[in-house]
Nanobody
Framework: QVQLVETGGGMVQAGGSLRLSCAAS????????MGWFRQARGNEREFVAT????????YYADSVKGRFTISRDNAKNTLYLQMKSLKPEDSAVYYC????????????????WGQGTQVSVSS
């Protein structure tokens, strides 16, 4: 099994940037399709971005297109989410997830999850 640990969350002002990291252990990250999800207080978990096992395909929620970028560093066995032009509505706990199939935005198809990292964007 793969274990996932998210880091990089914090507090920023609107318009600022953050880069979240998801360090994987136990298995190589390239064996999985990867996704980022977020959950704001009182809201349901929502899809943010995903990357295929090959790394050749990415898919983003409309709300973050043009602002967020998902990437991976196979040498470091780490997944990233670069977030730019942050908005207050981006505030949430962000979760990294892994799937051994093509899961895209379906959270139910992701088998492994990190514990989350808090992102707070002030207006």
């Amino acid at each position: 099994q793969v274990q996932l640990v998210e880091t990089g969350g914090g507090m920023v002002q609107a318009g600022g940037s953050l880069r979240l990291s998801c360090a994987a252990s136990g298995r190589t990250l390239s064996s999985y399709g990867m996704g980022w999800f977020r959950q704001a207080r009182g809201n349901e978990r929502e899809f943010v971005a995903t990357m295929s096992r090959s790394g050749w395909s990415t898919y983003y929620a409309d709300s973050v297109k043009g602002r967020f970028t998902i990437s991976r560093d196979n040498a470091k066995n780490t997944l990233y989410l670069q977030m730019k032009s942050l908005k207050p509505e981006d505030s949430a706990v962000y979760y990294c997830a892994a799937s051994r199939s093509s899961a895209y935005d379906d959270y139910a198809k992701y088998s492994y999850w990190g514990q989350g990292t808090q992102v707070s964007v002030s207006s």
